[in-house]
């Protein structure tokens, strides 16, 4: 329905914009109306990341792939909140499948370097940001996080 689209369309915005309370009410609004609708978990999820609820954002993103196990989107919010949780290899898994499904999305490569950087695999940081740059837009709003990664990276070695 059109009102179940304008919650979702609303709630991205409103996450994006740094309203993740805004977000989680529209998130609720629609899935009241449409509670197989996967992008109101996703978008849940990564409000709730914006509010540092890294378990409530792990199971928000984990019932978005219950209904559509090969949504990246949900590998890669459900990767952020479990490093954010310290599970490495739970991150590293989801990020994995997430670069499987959709191979260039650099923002994945880039959360790729991100854990690497954690397990202080510097060699893989600088690989990783590299062909994020690379792959990336002149414009991308991540480009300034992947150059600080890098750099720190090569000083790391």
Not at 2 to 24: E, N, Q, T
Request: with cysteine; net charge neutral; glycine share 6%.
């Amino acid at each position: 329905t059109k009102l179940m689209l304008a919650y979702d369309h609303r709630a991205s915005y409103r996450c994006a914009g740094g309203d993740p309370d805004g977000a989680l009410q529209d998130c609720e609004r629609g899935l009241q109306l449409d509670p197989g609708r996967t992008s109101f978990f996703v978008t849940r999820a990564e409000a709730r990341i914006s509010k540092q609820e890294f378990a409530q954002a792990d199971r928000d993103a984990s019932e978005a792939l219950s209904l559509y196990p090969d949504n990246s989107e949900a590998l890669h919010t459900r990767s952020r909140a479990r490093l954010s949780m310290g599970d490495l290899d739970g991150a590293s898994a989801d990020n994995r499948r997430a670069i499987e499904l959709e191979p260039q999305a650099y923002w994945y490569i880039l959360q790729r370097a991100h854990i690497a950087q954690v397990r202080k695999d510097f060699p893989a940081v600088v690989r990783d940001c590299t062909q994020a740059l690379q792959m990336s837009p002149a414009h991308w709003e991540g480009r300034a996080f992947a150059e600080h990664l890098k750099a720190e990276a090569q000083r790391s070695k």
